[in-house]
């Protein structure tokens, strides 16, 4: 058999560009607080970059504003650590990116992704989209009723899952909203009235959440729920833990497509980084759990 020329090897490489480019890009939309922001860090040998996997995956974030500039600039990168981070140098507290002087930081959306890159034939993108201390009640209240009262944070994640939507079409992908996975709780657990109310304020946010992205032409009626459980760390004090953990998992039971992900057996002191936060390891045995989780459900 004669070898192809260099015109058939060229239509063969193009045609496969475009068998590729047909199927749609599996978009995962992660938020919520600070254990969704993600305090993995450099300390260790717990992170181990995977640049076969991690330069498949398309990825934007922009998370704990307070902190300072920690986005992707506005732009789709591909899967990486958060940029930049708060640190003290000199006396003072600098922004610096990810060097051998500065401790940027991961949440489970590395393990999610490179679990679900390396599983399935299928290409995933990755919308991070938290800010850490926040409630639902208040700074992610959707208020669907009266937007001029609409919390910081919902607001903030409509700005940005906009933003990243478009500049991911703009790309050529053909896009399916495959998951929206939500880590918070801990700031309504210490407040009677938002603890209370966390099952309607959270069925709300759900349906609002749903509402824009089918308003954007990204129809939601297939797109899996993931409430994936916040800290179970038993030294936390969280008053009415378990008020908001009942409250998602009957928001999840009622939802078409929700899941509760459930991680109390992230509970002991080695699984944090402080008293509430988990660390490195754990967030990627979580994001690896969550990833086979959606993939067991999608069977």
Same mark, same amino acid.
């Given at each position: 058999m004669s070898m192809p020329s260099l015109a058939q090897t060229l239509l063969i490489a193009l045609l496969s560009t475009v068998f590729i480019q047909?199927? %749609?890009?599996?978009? $995962?939309?992660? @938020?919520? !607080? @600070?254990? =969704?922001?993600?305090?993995?860090? *450099?300390?260790?040998?717990? *992170? !181990?970059p995977n640049p076969d996997l991690d330069q498949q995956v398309p990825y934007y974030y922009h998370v704990d504003t307070k902190f300072g500039t920690r986005n992707s600039g506005g732009i789709s990168e591909t899967l990486q650590t958060l940029d930049t981070y708060r640190i003290r140098e000199n006396g003072r507290n600098t922004y610096t990116a990810n060097t051998s002087n500065s401790n940027g930081r991961w949440g489970a959306? /590395? @393990?999610?992704?490179?679990? /679900?890159?390396?599983?399935?034939?299928? !290409?995933?993108?990755?919308?991070?989209?938290?800010?850490?201390?926040?409630? /639902?009640?208040? !700074?992610?209240n959707s208020a669907p009723d009266n937007p001029n009262r609409a919390g910081l944070c919902w607001k903030m994640w409509v700005e940005h899952t906009t933003k990243a939507l478009t500049l991911l079409k703009e790309a050529g992908y053909e896009i399916e909203i495959a998951s929206i996975v939500w880590t918070q709780g801990e700031?309504?657990?210490?407040?009677?009235?938002?603890?209370?109310?966390?099952?309607?304020? +959270? $069925?709300?946010?759900?349906?609002? =959440? +749903?509402?824009?992205?089918?308003?954007?032409?990204? %129809?939601?009626e297939k797109t899996i729920f993931i409430n994936n459980s916040f800290s179970h760390s038993q030294v936390a004090r969280m008053t009415d833990r378990k008020e908001v953990r009942r409250a998602q998992r009957a928001v999840m039971q009622a939802i078409p497509h929700?899941? *509760?992900?459930?991680? @109390?057996?992230?509970?002991?002191?080695?699984?944090y980084r402080d008293n509430v936060h988990y660390n490195g390891e754990s967030l990627l045995t979580m994001g690896e759990s969550m990833a086979k989780a959606y993939l067991e459900y999608i069977k």
């Open positions: 047909a199927k %749609p890009l599996k978009v $995962h939309i992660l @938020s919520g !607080q @600070s254990n =969704m922001s993600g305090y993995g860090d *450099y300390k260790g040998d717990t *992170y !181990q959306e /590395l @393990s999610f992704a490179r679990t /679900l890159a390396s599983k399935t034939s299928d !290409q995933h993108g990755i919308i991070k989209i938290a800010e850490g201390g926040t409630g /639902l009640a208040h !700074q992610w700031r309504d657990t210490n407040n009677k009235a938002a603890a209370f109310a966390y099952e309607a304020n +959270f $069925h709300q946010l759900v349906k609002a =959440m +749903f509402s824009h992205l089918d308003s954007l032409g990204y %129809p939601t929700g899941i *509760y992900h459930d991680n @109390s057996a992230l509970r002991e002191k080695k699984h």
